[in-house]
């Protein structure tokens, strides 16, 4: 199944692939959000903040995405489109016969609280299940963040386990509750669908 690159408009946001031109966005995103979004993430490497490591990311993300196993989108202001304020990434997109991914998202710390996130997920989630024809999407997150859990929840995001150790998180083994959300009107894809 061939998909389009998803260029998805939200009444606050544009989803979509980045492309070179937006990596200096994405740097002043990452620059000013370090603090906030490093407690959440793995260890981030040392050039994290370079351009030429981003430059040669965007270009992986364009390759994964048309290989189908990666779509990693960033968040932009509907009002300052060349402003980047998070992103959503559906990663290990496996299809027949798991047909499911997991889910990881992140915003800029002064857009949290306003509902940006739920209305990125809101948009994507249904292209996911559309576009993509998956059945099942996953999302982990670690006991204390409280603000995913209820996020997810309010999604329709059901609990499905505790995970301990599971994730390398900021240079420490942290313990995740895994939540799954169902396409509960999914259909098998027709054989000229399948990739």
């Not at 407690?39 to 430059?55: K, N, Q, T, V, Y």
């Not at 999914?186 to 669908?193: I, L, M």
Request: hydrophobic residues 45%.
């Amino acid at each position: 199944m061939r998909v389009s690159p998803p260029f998805i408009r939200t009444p606050r946001l544009v989803l979509r692939l980045a492309g070179r031109e937006d990596v200096p966005a994405i740097l002043e995103y990452l620059t000013a959000n370090r603090d906030h979004l490093t407690p959440f993430e793995p260890a981030w490497p040392a050039d994290m903040l370079c351009e030429s490591l981003w430059i040669s990311r965007v270009t992986f993300f364009r390759q994964e995405f048309e290989r189908g196993t990666l779509v990693r989108l960033f968040l932009f202001d509907l009002q300052d489109p060349r402003r980047v304020v998070g992103g959503v990434g559906l990663s290990q997109i496996v299809h027949a016969p798991w047909h499911a991914c997991f889910l990881g998202y992140a915003l800029d710390a002064t857009f949290e609280g306003r509902g940006y996130m739920r209305e990125a997920l809101k948009a994507i989630l249904p292209w996911a299940f559309g576009e993509l024809g998956l059945h099942r999407v996953m999302a982990n997150y670690m006991p204390h963040n409280v603000r995913s859990a209820r996020l997810l929840r309010s999604l329709g995001f059901v609990v499905e386990g505790y995970a301990r150790d599971y994730l390398r998180i900021n240079n420490r083994w942290e313990d995740h509750v895994l939540t799954s959300l169902i396409n509960c009107d999914w259909q098998a894809p027709s054989a000229s669908e399948v990739r």
